[in-house]
């Protein structure tokens, strides 16, 4: 190839125009598909699960014929698509809501008794909230290893799920601070499988055009939950039985948690191979669409060269970093959101009332975040514009409210609203290992890595907010502006390095005959390989 006819780097859009022709000689490859899969040399260990379904199927000339069709019709595709939108996306929605609202119920609960009721004073409340977390990093690696040699994901998702609502539920009869700790430990250990296993699944079923979009569809969640459990527990905070209302919150939303886990287990499918609600044509269809995307589907086989790979990969440690930094200002502000509200001179009723509105502000944020990501095709520059509010936030609370001794509560709330929008930056992050790793084991050590950095970051968090500096709360403010700012320079550095390796692929395919080009990207497709090891992957920034 010539110079003339390489890619250029430095065109607008130039990835965009990458990944359309990949799939334009994606669907020409199609036509020929039975002659290229049989002539695919593949051990059984290193094959990605799609590649057996494809290559082994009783029926296969007439079912992948079917498929191709189906690729082949704009219509057809859009109706698989919606398909998958209807069975995924709102098992996805409904796991990731419960998730963020089991573990953010101790914030209600804190203003409806709580702490009275169980005898906790001075760190006591820090220490609860922080140990989800100690219960979510030490589940994590086990967790999403064992996630990986079952190879149910759905099945798997659905028991924890439900296992974490019997704890929640289990909560409404403590009556100590050890409970409490032991309680919020399982129910950490339990939610730790939730976020990487989404990932997996976004990335198995959807091009990496559309991650973005359906990441921030479960995402959001986060925000619906602090308008639906402001209201469950403003609702609750007027009840007048001898059963505390916080344990009434509880036990409600425990039993609901358990009701939907035990549906998400019936209903969820385990990858596109194992769709039961899909025809075997639609199921070949599904792999089909997202092989432009060189990242598999699933690989029961645990690959200590992919381990080592992400171990060794900067960009993952620069992620991990990323939602470090993230991480810290989340632990604070989820669980002293209602109490830095009273500190600012309303009420504890008010209080939860007036959270409501942080969650309308977040979902706009994420929704626009997921849209913008996928349209731009540019994770890091969304992410930055997500950040500098948050910053900005933090700044007015240190500035209006140093000591405790509110100088306007109004623009304190304003500040306290405008403060969630950095929450899209982790759903931005999520979205990037979609769909800048490959190989299953290497996303798997990747996802479990960057929840570590999400764990760490909240334990962090919450003793940012410390008692002896009630109602002030100084270096929990402190914190967030340092910790964004921070995050700010290590998005500029995630974009050049994913920019680099773009380049690099660029001149090993420009080397590369269209013969030689059509083989191996039909093989790496298939054979659960690594982005490092493949020219064909193309990185999103």
């Avoid at 994913?498 to 090993?508: E, P, T």
Wanted: hydrophobic fraction near 45%; glycine fraction near 6%; aromatic fraction near 10%.
């Amino acid at each position: 190839m010539n110079q003339a006819d390489r890619p250029s780097v430095a065109e607008p859009h130039s990835e965009k125009h990458i990944v359309e022709a990949d799939r334009k000689a994606s669907i020409l490859s199609n036509a020929s598909l039975d002659e290229a899969l049989g002539q695919l040399e593949i051990s059984t260990k290193d094959a990605d699960e799609a590649f057996a379904y494809l290559k082994d199927h009783p029926n296969a000339d007439a079912v992948r014929q079917e498929a191709i069709e189906i690729l082949a019709d704009p219509k057809a595709t859009k109706r698989l698509l919606r398909k998958i939108d209807f069975t995924i996306v709102p098992c996805m929605i409904a796991v990731y809501f419960l998730q963020y609202l089991d573990k953010t119920t101790i914030s209600y609960a804190a203003v409806m008794g709580l702490r009275t009721d169980t005898h906790l004073v001075g760190q006591d409340y820090s220490n609860v909230a922080m140990m989800f977390y100690i219960g979510f990093l030490a589940a994590e690696f086990p967790t999403q290893y064992l996630a990986q040699r079952i190879s149910r994901l759905g099945k798997y998702l659905g028991a924890n799920v439900m296992l974490w609502g019997v704890i929640l539920s289990c909560m409404s009869a403590c009556t100590s601070y050890a409970g409490l700790m032991i309680c919020r430990t399982l129910l950490g250990i339990f939610e730790a499988p939730v976020a990487p296993i989404l990932v997996l699944i976004i990335a198995m079923w959807y091009k990496k055009g559309e991650q973005g979009r359906r990441v921030s569809y479960f995402y959001v969640c986060n925000s619906i939950t602090q308008i639906f459990g402001s209201g469950v527990a403003y609702g609750a905070s007027f009840t007048t039985s001898k059963f505390a209302s916080w344990r009434i919150f509880f036990l409600t939303i425990g039993l609901i948690t358990i009701v939907i886990g035990f549906a998400v287990f019936m209903i969820l499918p385990d990858s596109p191979v194992k769709a039961v609600r899909f025809t075997d044509a639609e199921k070949i269809a599904a792999l089909l669409r997202v092989k432009e995307n060189q990242s598999g589907t699933q690989n029961a086989t645990l690959k200590k060269a992919q381990v080592f790979e992400a171990i060794k990969d900067v960009r993952i440690w620069l992620v991990f970093l990323s939602v470090l930094l993230t991480s810290i200002p989340n632990g604070g502000l989820s669980n002293f959101s209602s109490i830095l509200l009273t500190t600012f001179g309303y009420t504890s009723q008010q209080a939860l009332i007036l959270n409501m509105p942080s969650g309308a502000v977040g979902i706009f944020v994420v929704l626009l975040s997921g849209w913008l990501s996928d349209r731009w095709n540019d994770r890091s520059l969304v992410m930055l514009i997500c950040l500098i509010p948050t910053i900005i936030a933090a700044a007015m609370m240190y500035g209006l409210d140093p000591d405790g001794i509110p100088k306007s509560k109004g623009a304190l709330l304003f500040a306290s609203y405008l403060s969630g929008t950095f929450g899209a930056a982790f759903m931005l992050l999520l979205a990037w290992n979609a769909s800048n790793i490959a190989g299953h084991s290497k996303k798997v050590t990747a996802n479990a890595l960057t929840l570590v950095g999400f764990c760490t970051g909240n334990i962090l968090g919450t003793q940012t907010f410390q008692q002896s500096e009630a109602p002030g709360y100084k270096s929990g403010k402190i914190a967030i502006v340092a910790c964004l700012s921070a995050q700010v320079c290590i998005c500029f550095v995630l974009r050049y390095c994913n920019d680099h390796l773009n380049k690099k692929n660029q001149k090993i395919l420009a080397e590369m005959s269209e013969e030689e080009k059509s083989i191996v990207r039909e093989k790496l497709a298939y054979s659960d390989e690594t982005d490092l090891r493949n020219p064909f992957f193309v990185y999103t920034h």
